[in-house]
């Protein structure tokens, strides 16, 4: 079945903050190539409400990310390179140039607190249509990390919608095409985070969307 997708745009958006005052030690987020020069959107995102394990795709989309940190510079060429044209030339020639110019970074780790968090996110605003940060019962993004991590350092987010690839929303989030923060891209190729987790849901909108989650010293609430 083809899927036309010219009608529903695909958009991100991302957030991150430090917020040690708050909640630090003081206070007791391999995938086969889906088509490579061209971006797909699909709507084979599974909803799994109750599954609280991560789905292959929420496992491949942190494969992903952690795939172009291994080795930026080859990411960028063979993977961001050939969608010249689908992207706005300044932001996509300054991710590979920027992409090219880095070392290897170390893996996010996984993080069972981190995949739960994103897929609460995830699995609620999906079905309302809604988008952002915010949790739907009104929590903002900081009040919803304390839920989940009994203390940690920092903490960001990126939310993409309309991608149900792991390959499509990782590139999509790098490029962070007309963001002039960079702030997706800062966020999967930060220094400063050593934690991630992903779920991708069904959005009643775009059909599809993926919360990806970071952090630096999330310990897990139990």
């Known amino acids: 079945m083809k899927v036309a997708h010219v009608c529903l745009p695909v958009f991100v958006i991302s957030l991150s903050f430090f917020s040690a005052e708050a909640c630090g030690a003081d206070n007791n987020n391999s995938w086969p190539n889906n088509g490579g020069a061209k971006l797909t959107h699909t709507n084979d995102a599974q909803s799994d409400a109750g599954n609280m394990e991560p789905s292959e795709l929420d496992m491949a989309v942190l494969a992903e990310i952690n795939l172009a940190r291994a080795n930026p510079k080859n990411y960028a060429e063979t993977y961001i390179a050939p969608l010249s044209g689908r992207f706005s030339a300044e932001y996509f020639n300054e991710c590979i140039e920027e992409m090219k110019a ?27 249509g809604q988008t952002g940060h915010d949790r739907t019962n009104g929590k903002t993004f900081a009040v919803a990390l304390g839920d989940y991590c009994s203390s940690y350092i920092q903490g960001g987010e990126n939310i993409s919608y309309g991608y149900s690839a792991a390959r499509d929303i990782v590139i999509q989030l790098l490029v962070d095409d007309g963001v002039t923060t960079r702030g997706h891209r800062k966020n999967i190729l930060s220094t400063s985070y050593t934690q991630a987790g992903a779920a991708v849901a069904p959005h009643s909108t775009y059909r599809n969307m993926c919360v990806i989650d970071f952090a630096n010293g999330c310990v897990e609430k139990k």
């Open 102 to 128: 880095l070392k290897p970074l170390l893996d996010y780790t996984f993080s069972p607190a981190l995949w739960r968090m994103a897929k609460a996110h995830a699995d609620t605003q999906g079905k309302t």
